[in-house]
């Protein structure tokens, strides 16, 4: 099994910055892609950003320019800078990790960090 806990969500006024950090642990594991996703209230959940085990990017197009995606692989961390933040970026975010555990490939998600935009 791999866990992910996110951290570094909050309050920020729009225009602030905000970074999120996503750490994976367990054993015998090895990180592949990483993914951010976001969900509002009442609305579906919505693919942030996603790199590579060798760091390659994309990105939603409401996040290009003012988001950027990183990873620490020998952290087996995941970060995203998110930064001009807008209200509309109000949402719970959450990691995703694919991983290879003891052969196996698995799919496994963060439990989620509250991201809120507001004056």
């Known amino acids: 099994q791999v866990q992910l806990v996110e951290s570094g969500g909050g309050l920020v006024q729009p225009g602030g910055s905000l970074r999120l950090s996503c750490a994976a642990s367990?054993?015998?594991?090895?990180?592949?892609?990483m993914v951010w996703h976001r969900q509002a209230p009442g609305k579906q959940r919505e693919l942030v950003a996603t790199?590579?085990?060798?760091?390659?990017?994309n990105y939603a197009d409401s996040v290009k320019g003012r988001f950027t995606i990183s990873r620490d692989n020998a952290k087996n961390t995941v970060y995203l800078q998110m930064n001009s933040l807008k209200p509309e970026d109000t949402a719970v975010y959450y990691c995703?990790?694919?991983?290879?555990?003891?052969?196996?490939?698995?799919?496994?998600w963060g439990q989620g960090t509250q991201v809120t935009v507001s004056s």
């Open positions: 995703q990790s694919l991983a290879v555990v003891r052969g196996a490939m698995g799919d496994y």
């Open positions: 790199i590579t085990r060798t760091g390659s990017t």
């Open positions: 367990g054993s015998d594991f090895s990180i592949y892609t």
